[in-house]
């Protein structure tokens, strides 16, 4: 079983900044792209950043230049890093990741974490 635990959510001022985390544990061969969405209250999930397994990243355009994405392939580990955080990133983050759970696998599976919420609010 995979399991994708997010942390590190919570409540920021207009302006400052959080890192948020999600670690994959269980039974996999590997992870392909992962990736945090988020969805603000009456609103659809929309993609905030992704990265490749070789690195590569994308960003909405709403924040561009304000948030950074990273991941840890020896700890199975994808972070976001928020900076100059606005009121309308308020909203719960969900991490999403691509595994393939086995080595003969013909495709990746796509699985989520349980999410995290992050209000920006003075």
């Known amino acids: 079983q995979v399991q994708l635990v997010e942390s590190g959510g919570g409540l920021v001022q207009p302006g400052g900044s959080l890192r948020v985390s999600c670690a994959a544990s269980g039974s996999f061969f590997s992870i392909r792209d992962m990736g945090w969405y988020r969805q603000a209250p009456g609103k659809q999930r929309e993609l905030v950043a992704g990265i490749s397994i070789g690195g590569s990243t994308n960003y909405a355009d709403s924040v561009k230049g304000r948030f950074a994405i990273s991941r840890d392939n020896t700890k199975n580990t994808v972070y976001l890093q928020m900076n100059s955080l606005r009121p309308e990133d308020t909203a719960v983050y969900y991490c999403?990741?691509?595994?393939?759970?086995?080595?003969?696998?013909?495709?990746?599976?796509?699985?989520w974490g349980q999410g995290t919420q992050v209000t920006v609010s003075s």
């Open positions: 999403n990741a691509q595994i393939k759970r086995y080595s003969y696998s013909s495709a990746a599976a796509s699985y």
